[in-house]
Structure formats: C-alpha cells, structure tokens
C-alpha cells in the first residue's frame, strides 16, 4: 500500500523544491509549502555542496532536517506496526 501512496507525495516535492527551478520564482503558497517538505532541503544541501564552497552552518542545518525526516518517519512507520506474539 504504501507504493500507492508514493506519487502522491513524491511528485508535489519535485515539483516545488528547487530542483527544475528556483524556487523563488513560485507562489508564495507553493514556496511555503516548499519549505515544510525534506526534499528542499535536501537540493539546498545539495546546492550548497555542488558550489563548491565551505560546508556551512546552513549545509549542517539542511541535512539535520532530512535526517530528521528520516528518523520521524522510521519511527512512525514501526509504531503502526502490528505486534504478533506467538
């Protein structure tokens, strides 16, 4: 089931997380929904990176908030597990 549910969240993030465009070019609603999805932050880490300069504060703040991301939704996902004991 959750394959199912994978174009519905992954087709909106690329579509407003900077990847095709800048981002400051979109709506200011797209560009605030922009800002509550990982994959922005994600392709900001990954910009800052590409640019060859020095890893920042903002490079370390972006892939925390993915990490971040990541754990939340591990621990979500074994939460609604069910339990079988024999």
């Not at 993030?13 to 990847?19: E, W």
């Not at 979109?26 to 994600?42: H, I, M, Q, S």
């Not at 060859?52 to 939340?72: Q, S, Y």
Request: glycine share 10%; hydrophobic share 55%; proline share 6%.
């Amino acid at each position: 089931q959750a394959v199912q549910f994978m174009p519905a969240l992954v087709i909106p993030q690329l579509l407003v997380c900077g990847l095709f465009g800048n981002r400051s070019t979109l709506p200011r609603v797209l560009e605030l929904v922009g800002d509550v999805l990982p994959l922005t932050y994600a392709v900001d880490a990954m910009h800052l990176l590409l640019g060859g300069t020095e890893l920042t504060g903002a490079f370390w703040r972006d892939i925390a908030v993915v990490a971040g991301f990541i754990v939340a939704i591990l621990v979500l996902g074994a939460a609604t597990l069910r339990r079988r004991t024999p």
